[in-house]
């Protein structure tokens, strides 16, 4: 998130898309209820489904799964063709005015530069679609946005296809339902005003998710709505501590604090990795942020005349290793062993059936989790014969959050420690401990046995005894914090982080918060600081950057250091210096005419980015393309679906159906529902949530229903390519058709918590979902397959 939960109550309209936060973050409910008890704030949903949040919204329009790029199109035409968007700040905040390559293009679904492989794939060379410079290296623009190479033109022609006309037929809403949407939510255009857009997984889970996320950004900089109280783009992240673990580089493609992986090919060494620095902005600090996790990792072994042990980091082959990758390749049987800690794919992975299958190639497995999950039991699952699974499985039982100590970083960057509550019962461990153990163990084994390469292992800096041969949550805290090496001072600030081997920090980003190890930030309580009126809180708790509530804030205010709106006054500039209720992201002395230069600092070019001439795969802004498996051809251009996305068209996960497949007529989604958590491992044992939610349902409109003489209760047959389950029809009007260049098709929706291990069993929805993933993320294309559905048989809940 940009902004943070609390800064909802400074809201004018909200627009939620593809998240439905009455039911998956519910207490966000009650910020957005502030805001429209305080100000009269409006709320738009724009979902296939008509979801919990749409029953309390003012604005609900329905939208086909897959179409949000169509649909956020539309918005940034409407707004640049009605002179809806803020052109003071797109003018001066934003890279509106640079000029793109002269032979920059899009022509049948392609940007130039695309090169098509043989099995169709397309990769891109960016070269056109970068910035135009003067001899001395500048970047040249037209500040009155006139010029047609410029990305302000550029985005004026783009989205001029995408008419009301043409969004409505495309994602299944009538013209007046777009207008209405487009009427309200660009009315915060303007300085007074602030939008805020609410997004997770019904925009991210997408063959185009990145892209989506594109448009989402790109409208709220073309309506002013970044950096400012009431606006941001924000992710409601999923998993309680989701934000804290990709922080500290839970993805396979970054280290801590969003440094980026080290590769094989380009990164051989740390003087190659530090020559990929960008030369501007911000992220000009990168050799100092990787020196300081190398002194982190390798300690006193790590000196500026061994590149501080880069050579000790992995570096990885140039492969993609994302979920679906690495179970491919485990269906290969290309894996010897794994660990699932704190993961139950073997209910939440797509097309589950082969993944499940795949499992059954390792030598090993070791899950560490509450409860022996389908993971840990996946040999008995449905289909599955276990003399023919060779699999050995080491359970380990593990301490769950309130047997523990230790931190939660919340969607808004928020990071708070908790304390432990009660002892984990019988054997169970926190998972420190058996990290701790398991390191020692290894380490151990690599000192009296060698082997390959031991010096990464043998030199590792592992000091975090408490005393009594247990691991300190609070070392490593501090450890993540950053300290010098030679007195073991606490940062506060990465302000302070050195490229000589003089600082240790594991993760740049957090520097400051466990500063001081009695009493750390992330531990602090103060409610209300004096003379705020915004909800920042600066005194409860601790966010990154160096606390900062509202990122870009400098975006807050005009370029004479007023707010855009003095009822909002995030910062002010009273002559002399900033009067503050946030953390500022510029040098708050300096005079705001300085500042006003680079309001975007981790940015090479200082200002936003309408137009991303980097670092997409795909396009350097957002085009819509159908779903891979989509009813529908692509209208708005010659490309079915994003040329770019990764897809498992071969091999055994390669079970795909083609456009408008007459036998897998409909469109299917999932989703959640409130009273249960994910792969339901934690709720279904759990007497009482499972009470209010019992068994696994398909949600069918009442057409659909008419259609198959289908009545509430009754079993269905879903069906797609890659499996089908039966389970209960829920006939409901909450769903309802789409109607898509003048053709009708259904959806069928459905959620995904079941599976066959603890109190409430039921059928897992991916068996049914597809080996498709985004271009840039890999994420799977959960939300939108084609299926078919028929009338079963019997009635009432299906088990096991
Ligand atoms: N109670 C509960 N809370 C949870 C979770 C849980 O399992 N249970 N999970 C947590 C986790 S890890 C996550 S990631 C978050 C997820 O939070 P959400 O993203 O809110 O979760 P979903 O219910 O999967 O999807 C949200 C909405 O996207 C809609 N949708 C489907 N396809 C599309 C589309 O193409 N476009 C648009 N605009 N919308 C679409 C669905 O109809 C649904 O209403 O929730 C977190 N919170
Ligand atoms: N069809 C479909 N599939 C989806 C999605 C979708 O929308 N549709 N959403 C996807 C998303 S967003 C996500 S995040 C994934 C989630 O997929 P998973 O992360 O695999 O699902 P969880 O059920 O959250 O699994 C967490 C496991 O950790 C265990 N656990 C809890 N606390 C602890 C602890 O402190 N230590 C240890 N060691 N274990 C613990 C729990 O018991 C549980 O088994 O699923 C994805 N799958
Ligand atoms: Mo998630």
């Not at 940009?2 to 809201?11: A, E, F, G, R």
């Not at 082969?354 to 409860?371: I, M, Q």
Request: hydrophobic content about 35%; glycine content about 10%.
């Amino acid at each position: 998130m940009t902004n943070h939960w609390v800064d909802y109550q400074n809201t004018d309209v909200f627009m939620v898309i593809g998240t439905n936060p009455a039911e998956n973050h519910p207490i966000s409910m009650r910020w957005i209820n502030k805001a429209r008890e305080k100000r009269g704030a409006k709320l738009i949903v724009v979902d296939p489904k008509f979801n919990r949040t749409a029953a309390v919204a003012d604005l609900y329009v329905p939208l086909r799964p897959g179409t949000d790029i169509a649909f956020l199109g539309g918005l940034m035409n409407y707004a640049l063709t009605h002179g809806r968007y803020f052109h003071e700040y797109v003018a001066k905040y934003t890279n509106a005015s640079f000029l793109i390559h002269p032979d920059f293009k899009f022509e049948d679904g392609l940007f130039s530069g695309a090169k098509v492989g043989e099995d169709g794939q397309v990769t891109y060379d960016t070269a056109t679609w970068q910035y135009q410079r003067d001899e001395e290296g500048n970047y040249k623009k037209d500040p009155t946005l006139q010029d047609p190479q410029c990305v302000f033109q550029l985005l004026k022609k783009h989205y001029s296809r995408y008419t009301p006309e043409m969004v409505a037929e495309t994602c299944g809403m009538t013209v007046e339902q777009f207008l209405e949407v487009a009427e309200l939510f660009t009315s915060t255009g303007r300085p007074d005003k602030a939008g805020n857009i609410m997004y997770a997984m019904g925009i991210t889970q997408s063959s185009h998710g990145s892209q989506n996320v594109r448009a989402v950004a790109m409208l709220q900089l073309l309506l002013g709505n970044i950096g400012i109280p009431g606006g941001g783009v924000n992710a409601h992240r999923g998993e309680s501590n989701v934000q804290g673990s990709t922080d500290m580089a839970l993805l396979w493609g970054n280290l801590p604090g969003y440094l980026p992986m080290t590769t094989a090919a380009a990164h051989p060494t740390l003087a190659a990795y530090n020559a990929t620095t960008p030369k501007s902005g911000y992220w000009t600090n990168r050799p100092k942020f990787i020196a300081s996790l190398l002194k982190a990792w390798w300690g006193e072994h790590a000196t500026p005349e061994n590149d501080f042990c880069y050579e000790y980091l992995p570096k990885v082959d140039g492969r993609d290793h994302s979920h679906m990758s690495i179970f491919e390749a485990m269906g290969r049987g290309e894996l010897k062993g794994l660990f699932a800690w704190g993961q139950n794919f073997a209910v939440g992975g797509p097309n589950v059936s082969k993944e499940r299958s795949a499992l059954g190639k390792l030598e090993w497995l070791v899950v560490a989790d509450l409860f022996e999950t389908e993971t840990a039991a996946f040999w008995k699952g449905p289909g599955m014969n276990p003399a023919e699974i060779q699999t050995e499985v080491f359970l380990l039982p593990a301490a769950a959050s309130y047997e523990k100590c230790g931190t939660i970083t919340n969607s808004g960057r928020l990071i708070q420690w908790r304390d432990k509550a009660v002892e984990p019962p019988g054997d169970a461990h926190d998972d420190l401990w058996m990290a701790d153990r398991l390191f020692k163990k290894i380490r151990e084994l690599y000192a009296t046995e060698g082997g390959a390469f031991p010096d990464p292992i043998l030199k590792l800096h592992w000091d975090y005894d408490d005393g009594s041969g247990h691991p300190s949550a609070e070392k490593v805290a501090f450890e993540i914090n950053g300290y010098t090496w030679d007195d073991k001072q606490g940062l506060t600030t990465f302000g302070n982080l050195k490229d000589d081997g003089s600082t240790a920090c594991g993760c740049w980003i957090y520097s400051g918060y466990f500063a001081d190890f009695e009493n750390p930030k992330c531990r602090s309580r103060v409610k209300d600081e004096p003379g705020t009126t915004l909800g920042t809180h600066l005194g409860w708790g601790w966010s990154w950057p160096v606390n900062r509530r509202i990122l870009y804030n400098r975006c807050s205010v005009d370029e004479n250091g007023q707010p855009w709106d003095p009822e909002r006054p995030l910062f002010r500039w009273d002559g002399e210096k900033f009067v503050a209720q946030d953390v500022p992201d510029f040098v708050a002395t300096n005079p705001p005419a300085v500042s006003a230069q680079n309001p975007f600092i981790m940015m090479a070019e200082g200002v936003g980015g309408l137009w991303a001439p980097s670092g997409m795969k795909d396009g350097p802004i957002p085009e819509h393309y159908e779903p891979v498996e989509s009813p529908f051809a692509n209208k708005l251009n010659k490309r079915q679906f994003n040329p770019v996305a990764i897809i498992s068209g071969k091999g055994e996960f390669g079970q795909l159906t083609p456009p408008a497949d007459p036998n897998f007529p409909y469109i299917c989604t999932t989703y959640r529902v409130t009273e249960h958590w994910q792969s339901g491992a934690m709720t279904r044992s759990l007497p009482w949530l499972g009470e209010m939610m019992p068994d696994m349902f398909v949600e069918i409109s009442p057409s659909l229903a008419a259609k198959l003489g289908v009545s509430t209760g009754d079993r269905v047959e879903v069906t797609t390519a890659r499996g089908s389950l039966v389970a209960p029809a829920m006939v409901t009007p909450r769903m309802r058709p789409v109607k898509v260049h003048g053709r009708e098709t259904e959806i069928v929706g459905m959620p995904w918590h079941w599976g066959y291990m603890g109190m409430f069993t039921g059928a897992s929805a991916n068996v049914l979902t597809p080996h498709v993933g985004d271009a840039n993320t890999q994420i799977p294309e959960y939300k939108a397959f084609l299926c078919n559905i028929r009338k079963a048989g019997g009635s009432g809940p299906v088990r096991g």
